[in-house]
Each structure stands twice: as C-alpha cells, then as structure tokens.
C-alpha cells in the first residue's frame, strides 16, 4: 500500500495549515493510501551548523536531534503533502530549518533524495494572496530537494484559525490534491505564468531578454500576458536542465560540496593565516538577556 506522509509546519493545534494537510490525507486515504502525519514543531531540529558530517565523512549528525528522524520519514514516503503558513511573505521558520538539514539526505537514504516522487505544497494566509511573497517556491524547494517534484499547490486564505474549513471550494480542492496525488501523472508544460518545476511566479530578468526562475534556473521568454500575469514560454530543453534534475543534484553534490574538502586543506595554512588576526582580537558580541 502506497504511503502519503502529512508534514504540518504551523505550531497552532487544529490551525489552516493542519486543518488542509489533515483534509488532503483523507482523500488520499479515499484512493487506497497509507497515511501518518508529523507536525515539525513537535520535533528538536537545530539549525545546520555546517560541520558537513553527514556529507563529507557519511556520519550521523552530531547534534543528536531529531532531524534524521524527521528526514528519514520525508525520504521513505511514497508522497508529501507539506502545509505551512506564511507569515512575512515566507513560510514559516520551521520548513526551513528543516530544508537546512537536507544535505543529509544521501546519508540517511542512499539514492532515495534522487527518486522522483509526487508531492503537494499548501500554503495557508491571513488574507488574500498579495502578501504571500516566495512562499510557494521556497516551501517546494523543500520538497525538490529531498527528491520530489511538484505536483501541485494550493494558496488557502483565511484570517482566524480553522476558518479555512468554511471555504467550501478550497477544502474540495485540497481533498483532490490529495486523492490524485499518487496517480497524477508529470507533465510539462511550454508555456505558463508559473515556473513548471516549483510554481513560483517570481523571475529574474536577463540580458537578453529572457527570464529565468531563481529557484530552479528554468529560463524563457515572455510572450503576452494571460490575465493579470506575464504569460512564458520555456525553454524546450527545461525538463532536462533544472537545477533539481536527478543527475544535477548528484554532480552537485559530488562534484561541489564533496570536492570542496580536499580545495579547503590544501588552501588550510593560507586561511589559519588569514585568520590569526581575528583569533586574539577581542569582540564586543551582544549577549542574551538573563532569564
């Protein structure tokens, strides 16, 4: 039986953002899956402290928290579905502590951050969606990441905690999300005002005239409008060349983050002397208040 795993990123109990990821699962309990759901919030996960255990030398984390545990859980999933509410024009915090720690994917679950697996986003607001900003490409980067594409997402507006269960329309459409995730099949399309890959709607604009998704590198060019939006055509080849193509992320890692360790020691004498000035020099650091 397939597995479709809930990721709630709001620390409110029975808040928009559980209320929507709890409506998706039982659609995709309708279709015959296997569901459990995690809020992140229940979960110790420090921020990355850049040590590159995990990727350099294949060793568990030191911190010893929970954020193996909660990626080992991302990475055996069949599907996700990951809701998280903005608050400043981002998700909030705790979707990116964890998209922090993701560079241990490859220790936890060889090959798996490589599969290609479905995966939902929804975000949930206080109002209407002029104040989401980056949040749907940044929550799906979470997503892409660890080895997902984006099937799809959902904007859910509404001010007050659990309000969103009143906007029939947006729990039918989070029930579908969930019900069709496993058997929606990928496409991709020429032309779009979104980003194919993370469904941001945010684009770098190029010299020469193209424009390109800061998220996935996904370039085109504008060619009309369609609504109020700027319509796109992608390049043909996009399927094939953004960044979070299975062989990309592998060059990436092996050919960037794992080759930077033998660029580091061998330039090691020339950065412990570029530092000795700052060893001893004291720092006027601003300490917490006492408690």
């Known amino acids: 039986m397939p597995s ?93 502590m964890l998209l922090d720690r993701v560079l241990m994917a490859e220790h936890i679950a060889p090959g798996r951050s490589r599969s290609p697996r479905p995966a939902a986003a929804i975000v949930t607001l206080g109002r209407s969606d002029d104040w989401i900003g980056f949040s749907v490409p940044l929550l799906s980067s979470t997503l892409l990441c660890a080895g997902f594409w984006i099937a799809d997402t959902l904007v859910a507006p509404a001010p007050g905690p659990g309000e969103i269960l009143l906007e029939r329309d947006v729990v039918e459409r989070s029930r579908a999300i969930g019900r069709d995730l496993l058997s929606t099949e990928r496409r991709f399309p020429s032309e779009d005002t979104r980003c194919p890959i993370c469904f941001g709607e945010a684009f770098f604009l190029r010299g020469d005239g193209q424009v390109e998704c800061p998220i996935c590198l996904v370039q085109g060019e504008v060619i009309g409008r369609r609504g109020e939006k700027a319509l796109i ?59």
């Open 4 to 96: 479709v795993l809930g990721i709630v990123g709001s620390a409110r109990r029975n808040g928009n953002s559980e209320m929507m990821v709890r409506v998706a699962l039982e659609g995709a309990v309708a279709s015959g899956a296997q569901t459990e759901i995690l809020r992140l919030t229940d979960f110790d996960i420090k921020p990355c402290r850049g040590c590159l255990s995990c990727v350099l030398k294949d060793q568990d984390c030191p911190q010893g928290d929970d954020a193996e545990f909660v990626l080992g859980k991302l990475l055996t999933a069949d599907a996700v579905v990951l809701g998280v509410p903005v608050y400043v024009l981002s998700p909030a915090g705790s979707v990116k």
């Open 233 to 291: 055509r992608f390049d043909a080849d996009y399927p094939t060349r953004h960044r979070f193509v299975p062989h990309l992320m592998e060059d990436h890692m092996h050919n960037w983050v794992r080759a930077s360790q033998p660029r580091f020691l061998a330039r090691l004498d020339t950065i412990r002397q570029a530092r000795a000035p700052f060893k001893d020099k004291p720092v006027d650091w601003v300490k917490p208040p006492a408690r």
